[in-house]
């Protein structure tokens, strides 16, 4: 005799934490978009940071999200194309070009973590803040202790 289905089966706990995570997402995107930044896309967040304040080479972004030099630099000059990053010559190193994140960039960053804080209010407004607290905090006890990780580009797509 087959057992009965659970009543919460295993598969909806990571379909649940993925729809939590697509709802802050798109609705950080649409807030953005209203606040000038129409095209900036999820992924450029993760390149954004991986950057970093004192930028970095084509080849040593792929390695940072886990994806190849080749889309690497295919996002790089889309993010060029439209003002997030910029090309400079490394001063310590005539031979390389290093990638860093123009004024606009930081712009989209810093708004991006205005917009998150909005959001996670809002979350404490619907659930409670108590509720919220205990959301994160037990997050924090399942994830990896290396759980921000800018890898995930290449992780999903890998």
């Known amino acids: 005799m087959a057992s009965p289905e659970p009543a919460r089966p295993g598969f909806h706990l990571p379909l649940l934490l993925l729809a939590g995570f697509r709802t802050l997402i798109d609705d950080l995107h649409a807030e953005?978009?209203?606040?000038?930044?129409?095209?900036?896309?999820?992924?450029?967040g993760f390149v954004l940071q991986a950057v970093g304040v004192d930028g970095t080479t084509?080849?040593?972004?792929?390695?940072?999200?886990?994806?190849?030099?080749?889309?690497?630099g295919k996002t790089i000059d889309r993010l060029v194309a439209v003002d997030y990053?910029?090309?400079?010559?490394?001063?310590?190193d005539a031979r390389r070009r290093l990638v860093r994140v123009t004024?606009?960039?930081?712009?989209?960053?810093r708004r991006s973590a205005e917009v998150f804080d909005r959001l996670r209010a809002q979350w404490a407004d619907t659930l409670g803040p108590d509720r919220v607290d205990a959301?994160?905090?037990?997050?924090?006890?399942?994830a990896a202790a290396n759980w921000f990780r800018l890898d995930v580009p290449g992780w999903f797509g890998g």
């Not at 990053?85 to 310590?92: A, G, T």
């Not at 004024?103 to 960053?109: F, I």
């Open 85 to 92: 990053l910029e090309r400079v010559d490394d001063p310590s």
């Open 58 to 72: 084509a080849t040593e972004l792929g390695q940072r999200l886990g994806i190849s030099k080749q889309a690497a």
């Open 103 to 109: 004024p606009r960039g930081v712009d989209g960053l």
């Open 32 to 44: 953005l978009a209203r606040q000038g930044h129409p095209e900036l896309r999820p992924l450029h």
């Open 135 to 142: 959301l994160e905090d037990d997050l924090r006890t399942m």
